[in-house]
């Protein structure tokens, strides 16, 4: 069953800083509440004013504790900081092992800082869906900063980076080196690289190797940015100013050349599109079992029609 909620005043509150509020918000987007589309409508004059910082890398390469020490940081400047842990690993775990390690700090109980766990629940475009939503209720609610925490595990991480202005690509001596990033492909998607765990062995020679790699990919065009490697020590903190200031001059680069307008844009494309694409699948699912789905396509097995046009007629019954 599905609680009635008061949308305007839920908006309002979270507007005011109220965290419970933006909690509720953003459990309506988790849920799918239907509400959505009013709750989305009424947040989006409010939108667009939040730096989104994705960060990911491998498992236990030091996300968690990189975005910790970020928190500090950025809360030394006085900016208001959230923080979405997704996991797009496990429907299971509920996304509270990825927050934990964060939840743990001092920030539990900093009104300025907000941190919450977002996990796959296996919906209809799971998270490609929501997690662009709970940024929008994080933005709309007044964080200056939120920085978006993914355990790079394939290809979830370039979608979710995808939902960033700004995307941190943590590697650490010795495990997932240059030519494993260049591997994974998160070469491409980083525009800030760091070597975290730089109190290990190997640490300059993977930096080394890194700024090898990423000038290779990188063009000759005036004005492009160009992508630092940072070495850094989360556990205790060394680099993290360095970090903090690659961070804000990739800002004031994205504004300054339009290619904040672009990301933004881009990003609102993909969403549409997978709101669409998730409404199709929904669509075609009531047509499914017994439905005229199964019609169609015991036609195409018996030949008597080719999955071509069975998708035309499948489109056009839709009224697409
Ligand atoms: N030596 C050293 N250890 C670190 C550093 N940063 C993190 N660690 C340790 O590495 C382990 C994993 O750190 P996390 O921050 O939880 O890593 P994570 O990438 O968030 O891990 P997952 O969310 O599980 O993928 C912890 O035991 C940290 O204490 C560092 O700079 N140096
Ligand atoms: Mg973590």
Do not use: C
């Not at 993914?150 to 495990?175: F, K, N, R, W």
């Amino acid at each position: 069953m599905t609680r009635t909620v008061d949308v305007p005043v839920l908006v309002e509150e979270a507007r005011a800083g109220t965290s419970r509020a933006v909690g509720r918000l953003i459990s309506l987007v988790d849920d799918q509440h239907p509400a959505l589309p009013e709750l989305m409508a009424a947040l989006a004059p409010h939108t667009g004013g939040a730096h989104v910082i994705g960060l990911t890398g491998s498992p236990g390469v030091g996300k968690s504790t990189t975005t910790n020490a970020l928190i500090r940081a950025l809360r030394d400047q006085d900016q208001r900081v959230a923080v979405l842990a997704v996991d797009p690993s496990s429907p299971f775990s509920g996304g509270a092992l990825l927050g934990d390690r964060i939840r743990m700090n001092e920030s539990a109980s900093d009104p300025g800082v907000y941190i919450r766990s977002l996990a796959s629940r296996g919906h209809l475009g799971g998270l490609s869906v929501s997690t662009p939503q709970a940024i929008r209720v994080l933005d709309a609610a007044g964080f200056d900063s939120i920085i978006v925490e993914t355990v790079g595990v394939g290809q979830s991480e370039v979608e979710i980076a995808g939902a960033a202005d700004t995307t941190l690509v943590l590697l650490a001596p010795g495990m997932g080196d240059g030519i494993q990033a260049a591997k994974a492909g998160i070469l491409e998607i980083g525009d800030v690289f760091v070597v975290n765990k730089a109190d290990r062995d190997g640490a300059d020679s993977t930096v080394r190797d890194l700024r090898h790699m990423i000038q290779l990919g990188e063009g000759t065009a005036p004005g492009r940015w160009r992508r630092p490697v940072i070495k850094a020590s989360a556990l205790d903190g060394t680099g993290i100013d360095e970090l903090a200031a690659a961070i804000a001059d990739h800002l004031g680069w994205l504004a300054s050349s339009g290619a904040l307008r672009q990301r933004r844009t881009a990003r609102a494309r993909d969403e549409i599109t997978a709101l669409v694409i998730a409404r199709l699948r929904a669509r075609m699912g009531d047509l499914g079992s017994g439905g005229a789905l199964d019609a169609l396509a015991a036609r195409v097995v018996d030949g008597g029609s080719d999955p071509h046009t069975a998708a035309e007629e499948l489109l056009s019954g839709l009224g697409v």
